[in-house]
Every structure is written in structure tokens, then in C-alpha cells.
């Protein structure tokens, strides 16, 4: 079964501070990844995905990920953060039969 | 493009009614359809997935005779909350999935339900 790992709950930065949100999955074959933004009581905004080819995809609003498959990961990074980058972020991985699952989510909160 | 649609927004229902949540893909043909659920601070749990014309296929601990899905359109699916109690209160999400270059999953803006 995959399964994904987001070990922060809760990052805290600085405006203009650079930006690094960790996830890790488990799948056996080659995964789809994704991470996703939502805001408070709001639905899921799909920020970037990595399917396959250039580990290093671009996203949205300045982010980008690195699909890493020695490690597991597919970590989250924004050189420079806005305060209206807080809200939770959440990484998934999609397996057989387009089943998505999702981590726990990164509540990022950023101060001026 | 690859707009999807929830209504309502939010819903507020006694204990014991049934509430009807709708997810409609506005500008593509949604062949497979997911709900999800989310509770507060938590993650998105999927409970279901349907296609078109078919029945839905639910996860494992969620009860299908509580939640009933109906997906007879390729741009609507319903869920329908059962006899609804104050703990199936929580944050509902659909996507919806095409062929082709709509493929991967558009999320819905979610429907919050609270049951009194």
C-alpha cells in the first residue's frame, strides 16, 4: 500500500525567509506526485506534480519540488515566501487506479 | 480549464435528515469521480471512488449504505449522507478525473456539513 509522510506538522518562517517542506512516500513502482495548498475552509489548489522525466518540477507561485527516488522524497521549496504563501500544504501520491493518498499536511505560518 | 463544481457550499442539517452534496465537472466529461473527506486538522481520507454508470467502490470502514453515491452522469455525481449524526460533520472534497489531457484528478472547493 503507498503511503505518504509529512514529518512537520508545523513550520514556522519569516516573510522573504526560504522555504523547504519535507515529504517522503512509499510505493512500489514509479509514483505520481503531487503537492497541493489549501486555506482555511477552502477546497485544494494543485501547486505543481511530478510524473515523470526532470526530477526537478516548477510550480506555481514560485515553487518547485525535487523528486528524489534514492530518498523517497519529493520535497517542497520556495526560495523566498510571502505571507500569502500560510496555509497547508499537503503532499500525495497517486498509485494504481488513480487511488491518491494524501500526508497529514504542513500548516505553514509566516511572520513579518 | 478543468473546472470542478460543489454544492452547496456549506450545509447545516438536523440529526436523523438525509443532505445531498453535488460535484459536477463544468467543462470536461468526468469518466471516474472521488469523495473525500476531511476532518478538522487532519488529512484528506478518501471514501469512495465512482465511474460513469457504475457502482461506487468504497474504502475500507466506510459504510456504503450511509453514504450513497451516484454518478449516472459523465459531469455530476451525488453523495448523500444518510441519517445523518453530528459526527459525520466534516469537510466533504470530490474530484473528478477525464481521459486524456483531463486525467488527473480537479479537486472541488469542498462542501462543509454540520449536523445538529
Known amino acids: 500500500a503507498q503511503s505518504v509522510t509529512q514529518p512537520d506538522i508545523h513550520i514556522t518562517v519569516s516573510e522573504g525567509a526560504s522555504l523547504e517542506l519535507r515529504c517522503n512516500y512509499s510505493?512500489?513502482?514509479?509514483?505520481?506526485l503531487f503537492w497541493y495548498v489549501q486555506s482555511p475552509g477552502q477546497g485544494l489548489q494543485l501547486l505543481l506534480k511530478?510524473?515523470?522525466?526532470?526530477?526537478l518540477v516548477q510550480g506555481i507561485k514560485g515553487f518547485e519540488a525535487e523528486f528524489k527516488r534514492s530518498q523517497s522524497s519529493f520535497n517542497l521549496r520556495k526560495p523566498s515566501v510571502h505571507w500569502s504563501d500560510a496555509a497547508e500544504y499537503f503532499c500525495?501520491?497517486?498509485?494504481?487506479?488513480?487511488?491518491?493518498?494524501f500526508g497529514i499536511g504542513t500548516k505553514l505560518q509566516v511572520i513579518p | 480549464g478543468a473546472v470542478v463544481s460543489q454544492h452547496p457550499s456549506w450545509v447545516i442539517c438536523k440529526s436523523g435528515t438525509s443532505v445531498k452534496i453535488e460535484c459536477r465537472s463544468l467543462?470536461?466529461?468526468?469518466?471516474?469521480m472521488f469523495w473525500y473527506r476531511q476532518f478538522p486538522k487532519q488529512s484528506l481520507m478518501l471514501m469512495a471512488t465512482?465511474?460513469?454508470?457504475?457502482?461506487?467502490?468504497?474504502e475500507q470502514g466506510v459504510e456504503k449504505d450511509k453514504f450513497l453515491i451516484n454518478h449516472a452522469s459523465l459531469t455530476l455525481s451525488t453523495l448523500t449522507v444518510t441519517s445523518a449524526h453530528p459526527e459525520d460533520s466534516s469537510f466533504y472534497i470530490c474530484?473528478?478525473?477525464?481521459?486524456?489531457?483531463?486525467?488527473?484528478?480537479?479537486f472541488g472547493p469542498g462542501t462543509r456539513l454540520t449536523v445538529t
Open positions: 465512482s465511474n460513469e454508470g457504475s457502482k461506487a467502490t468504497y
Open positions: 511530478y510524473f515523470s522525466g526532470d526530477t
Open positions: 500525495a501520491v497517486e498509485g494504481g487506479y488513480q487511488k491518491v493518498t
Open positions: 474530484s473528478a478525473s477525464g481521459t486524456g489531457e483531463t486525467y488527473e484528478q480537479y
Open positions: 467543462d470536461f466529461q468526468a469518466t471516474t
Open positions: 510505493y512500489g513502482a514509479t509514483p505520481y
